[in-house]
């Protein structure tokens, strides 16, 4: 034996969520004041986001010997402009040449250390290659 379907309507004075929240007493809350928002026009403290954690590799496979620094392990907080941005500035301070792909940066050459303390100075921590 099965139970009857019920049906609740959906339409009407009690339907959607405003029939939820009908029989709920208010009298006795505190008046609501809007907290203001920090604008990033003067006013207000911006955070700016830490840049974060990078890891450095070296890879020589597939390239015909040649040896390519690759950064990888962006954060959320960078969008690909910003590596992309990124990648321009350490190429240009470092001399070398490289691409970005997807969210991975290489870097033409092995040149480790110099790649190391670049990033260490704009605040990434650097794990991997010495």
């Not at 962006?74 to 321009?88: N, S, V």
Request: glycine fraction near 18%; charge should be positive; aromatic fraction near 4%.
């Amino acid at each position: 034996m099965s139970r009857p379907k019920i049906k609740i309507p959906v339409t009407g004075p009690s339907g959607g969520m405003g029939g939820a929240f009908a029989n709920l007493e208010l009298t006795g809350l505190p008046d609501f004041e809007p907290v203001a928002q920090a604008s990033s026009c003067g006013g207000g403290v911006q955070r700016t986001p830490s840049p974060g954690r990078v890891v450095l590799s070296r890879l020589t496979a597939h390239r015909g010997g040649k040896t390519v620094l690759v950064l990888d392990g962006f954060g959320p907080q960078h969008t690909d402009a910003a590596i992309e941005a990124l990648a321009k500035q350490l190429r240009a301070g470092c001399g070398c040449g490289g691409t970005v792909r997807g969210r991975v940066v290489e870097l033409q050459g092995d040149q480790p250390g110099r790649v190391r303390e670049w990033m260490e100075s704009r605040g990434f921590q650097v794990a991997g290659v010495k």
